[in-house]
Every structure is written in structure tokens, then in C-alpha cells.
């Protein structure tokens, strides 16, 4: 889960300093599980899984975390799709093949 390689990879990324650890691994860890169970089950191995913990994470220490969603939806989505269909009948379809599925018979979160 949140390993102090991560919190320090945020750390790095985000410019800070070993004063605010502690709170940066609650932020992430909420991050991370709340992804979780948007996005399905996710590792931090996964880069895109991880790119959006950690902008989740930025959202949040910034005090910001209302515009997440909105402004990475399309991320969210793509995930949430990729793990649906990896488990289903679509099973080795490509990102293009995705994007050509008629949206309908996809239920896509956040579009309701």
C-alpha cells in the first residue's frame, strides 16, 4: 500500500520537506483507497493508478479536493473501464478498441 518509497516519491514531486510525513501518508492512503473503490483494484505499481493517487493527493493538501473529479474524470473513467473489461467478455481489447464501444452499453462513473 503506502510504503515511505511513496510518500517520498510524493514528497519529491511536490517540492516538501520530512516535516508533514505522517499527514502526507494519511492523504495518500485515503487517496489510494477511495481510488480503489472508483477505480477497482489497483496496485501503486500501476503508473496511472499512481499518477492519480498522487494528484488526488495534491488536490487534497491543497485544500482542493472538490475540483478532482471533475477535472480528472476522464482518467477515472478510463481505469474503470480498463479494469471492467479486463474482467469481462472484452478481455484483450486495446485503448482504441474502448474508445470505439458505444458508450451506452457502458456504465461510466460520474455520468449519471
Do not use: Q, W
Not at 473513467?77 to 479494469?83: A, E, G, V
Amino acid at each position: 500500500m503506502i510504503t515511505p518509497k511513496i510518500v517520498d516519491e510524493f514528497k519529491e514531486r511536490m517540492h516538501l520537506g520530512d516535516y508533514e510525513d505522517d499527514n502526507l501518508k494519511r492523504i495518500l492512503k485515503t487517496s489510494y483507497e477511495d481510488l480503489i473503490e472508483i477505480c477497482g483494484d489497483y496496485t501503486l505499481e500501476d503508473e496511472t493508478f499512481k499518477e492519480l493517487v498522487f494528484e488526488r493527493s495534491r488536490y487534497v493538501y491543497n485544500d482542493a479536493l472538490e475540483y478532482f473529479e471533475e477535472n480528472f474524470l476522464t482518467r477515472i473513467n478510463t481505469l474503470s473501464m480498463r479494469k471492467v473489461l479486463s474482467e469481462t467478455e472484452y478481455e484483450g481489447l486495446t485503448g482504441e478498441d474502448i474508445e470505439r464501444l458505444d458508450k451506452e452499453d457502458l456504465i461510466i462513473y460520474g455520468s449519471e
